[in-house]
């Protein structure tokens, strides 16, 4: 199990990363200003990340891998049923279906907000 200090700290680069996309584009960002947004030290954030773009590799891998592990999940209900169901199950089925990817989606609504913006691009 992962340090809850290291979650901790990792986290912090994260979000201080993620902060600064939202005022510039990654090509603008520097370490140094990532380290000061996080409040961490420059030996920290290499202890953790080669570079700026090791680091939102980081956070692009851990949402497609949790999109991934919740389209798995959503997918076992359509899996158990032998039969093609009716017009209501149907509408059942959709809902129960895409329930964990949903949420997700939802989770991770303002991180893909930012990496998903035109400033993230330049």
């Not at 993620?18 to 961490?40: F, G, R, V």
């Not at 570079?51 to 939102?56: E, F, V």
């Amino acid at each position: 199990m992962l340090d809850i200090r290291i979650q901790n700290t990792k986290s912090r680069i994260q979000n201080g990363l993620l902060e600064l996309l939202k005022q510039k584009p990654l090509n603008d960002i520097t370490t140094k200003d990532i380290i000061e947004s996080a409040e961490a030290s420059r030996k920290t954030f290499y202890t953790y990340y080669k570079d700026k773009h090791d680091l939102l590799m980081e956070i692009e891998g851990a949402i497609i891998t949790n999109l991934q592990e919740a389209l798995k999940e959503d997918r076992k209900c359509l899996t158990q049923h032998s039969s093609f169901p009716d017009k209501e199950g149907i509408f059942r089925l959709s809902q129960e279906s895409f329930a964990h990817t949903v949420q997700v989606c939802s989770d991770y609504r303002e991180v893909s907000r930012i990496l998903l913006s035109p400033k993230r691009r330049h």
